[in-house]
């Protein structure tokens, strides 16, 4: 990940991270089994858990300094921050200091609410100042392809949940539409 990245990368949750609908499929309670990594169930024994790369993709950008957000326009907001909060993210590979973490810790913020994902957007770009054009979104659903219509928001279509493939794909994607870096106020007052 040594080439530019984008300030902020958005996730969907449903079929993006994880394969179910929150508000759906799983029951009115999650719990773990002890230091299980990776998993939570509700009391009907449906499981919850992160795609296969999922983890390691956090901790890199995370390791990055990107700003990362959850992105979903579920009903079950209460039960989409609990299964953040109980996934426990296993330790970034390669990494002997490194700890299994709950998986909310690796976002930096939560837009988890019905409605238009414009305004999941509106949100994060109020909430952090950075230009829509240095924000990544991957999302499993067309109709939220809408956020492109701010104004530099990029949208990778997912297609079996996010992998490094997919995720490759859609920083190289993103890169191609934002040559170059869009400055902040601040580094424009700085020249940094």
Known sequence: MARRLPKLVAFDLDYTLW??????????????DGDTLNEVHDRFGNIVTFFRDVPQI?????????????CSRTTATALARQALSLLLVPPKAGDSHSTAMPAIKCFDHLEIYPGSKIAHFKQLHKKTGIPYSEMLFFDDEMRNKEVQSLGGVFCCLVHRGVDNACFEQGLQNWRSQHPKK?????????GV
């Open 58 to 70: 956090l901790h890199q950008l995370r390791s990055a300094g990107v700003v990362v957000a959850a």
């Open 182 to 190: 869009v400055l902040d106020a601040a580094e424009e007052k700085t």
């Open 19 to 32: 394969s179910l609908w929150i508000d759906t499929h799983i029951g009115s309670s999650l719990t773990r």
